[in-house]
T-cell receptor, first 113, second 117 residues
Framework: SQKIEQNSEALNIQEGKTATLTCNYT??????LQWYRQDPGRGPVFLLL?????KEKRKERLKVTFDTTLKQSLFHITASQPADSATYLC????????????FGQGTTLQVKP | GAVVSQHPSWVICKSGTSVKIECRSL??????MFWYRQFPKQSLMLMAT?????????EQGVEKDKFLINHASLTLSTLTVTSAHPEDSSFYIC?????????????FGNGTRLTVT
């Protein structure tokens, strides 16, 4: 069955460093991959979408890579700030073009001042 | 930007009662809305796809008679948890797409924290 895995352990980094989060998937050949941010007690907020034919996508301090051979996406936050502390979720559109979005379990990032 | 409003943000009910959660797209029309459930420190689990004017499509393992979904207009979907039990306590989140493209981002409501006592 389709499976999306993110590191369930929290990532703690120092302010100003680059945070790198990993999303791996199996039994899947998605054409698109999305990343969301979720703060405690709130709904997720869309950050970036990357297509299978795009190796890399950037938005301000965010960068996403998509390696369809490794079946992996990396999410980077450069010059991290305490305000970046949140849970980051990767998501793939389920098979069958139904539009259903399947989420990984998320990785919690804690940026310390 | 597209806004999805969810109400109530939290609710406490007694076991055996029913609770209705509303999800509205405020500045766009949504023919399809998605309902998710999230347990603490776990991922969002898709419960059902709500289709305007037709029956909802439920994911495997989700009881359609327990989680009633109604999508009566292009801007409103409701989820009713019937005969709630403590194990139904969870964070329920709805979402919708502004664009019809199946790969376009989802806009989420801020969720409803349901506690069944």
């Amino acid at each position: 069955s389709q499976k999306i895995e993110q590191n369930s352990e929290a990532l703690n980094i120092q302010e100003g460093k680059t945070a790198t989060l990993t999303c791996n998937y199996t039994n899947y050949s998605p054409a698109y991959l999305q990343w969301y941010r979720q703060d405690p007690g709130r709904g997720p907020v869309f950050l970036l979408l990357i297509r299978e034919n795009e190796k890399e996508k950037r938005k301000e301090r965010l960068k996403v890579t998509f390696d369809t051979t490794l079946k992996q996406s990396l999410f980077h936050i450069t010059a991290s700030q305490p305000a970046d502390s949140a849970t980051y979720l990767c998501a793939l559109v389920g098979s069958g073009n139904t539009g259903k979005l399947i989420f990984g379990q998320g990785t919690t990032l804690q940026v310390k001042p | 930007g597209a806004v999805v409003s969810q109400h109530p943000s939290w609710v406490i009910c007694k076991s055996g009662t029913s609770v209705k959660i509303e999800c509205r797209s405020l500045d766009f029309q949504a023919t399809t809305m998605f309902w998710y459930r999230q347990f603490p420190k776990q991922s969002l689990m898709l419960m059902a796809t709500s289709n305007e004017g037709s029956k909802a499509t439920y994911e495997q393992g989700v009881e359609k008679d327990k989680f009633l979904i109604n999508h009566a207009s292009l801007t409103l979907s409701t989820l009713t948890v019937t005969s709630a039990h403590p194990e139904d306590s969870s964070f329920y989140i709805c979402s919708a797409r502004e664009s019809g493209a199946y790969n376009s981002p989802l806009h989420f409501g801020n969720g409803t924290r349901l506690t069944v006592t």
